[in-house]
C-alpha cells in the first residue's frame, strides 16, 4: 500500500519552523495543491521545504460552497 499525504499550508510552515519536515518522509508522496504553495511562497518558503521530495498539483476543478476559507485551503 501507497502512504500518500496532500498538505496544507500550516504543516508545512510549522514544521518547517521547528525543522521537521523531514516528517513528511514517511508517506510515499507528497502533494502540495499550486493554492497551497502560492500561500507559503508569500510568506516564505520554509527552510528545508527544498530537501524533501514533493509534487506541486492542480486540486480538482470542483469547489465545495465554503466561503470561510483561505485561498490555500479552497479546492481549486
Do not use: C
Not at 27 to 44: A, K, N, Q, W
Amino acid at each position: 500500500m501507497t502512504a500518500v499525504a496532500v498538505s496544507d499550508a500550516g504543516p508545512l510552515i510549522h514544521l518547517g519552523e521547528i525543522h521537521s519536515l523531514k516528517l513528511f518522509d514517511a508517506f510515499d508522496r507528497l502533494y502540495i495543491p499550486e493554492t497551497v504553495y502560492d500561500e507559503i511562497e508569500r510568506g516564505g518558503v520554509p527552510d528545508g521545504l527544498e530537501e524533501i521530495t514533493f509534487e506541486r498539483i492542480e486540486a480538482d476543478e470542483l469547489q465545495p460552497e465554503i466561503t470561510e476559507l483561505d485561498l490555500g485551503e479552497e479546492l481549486r
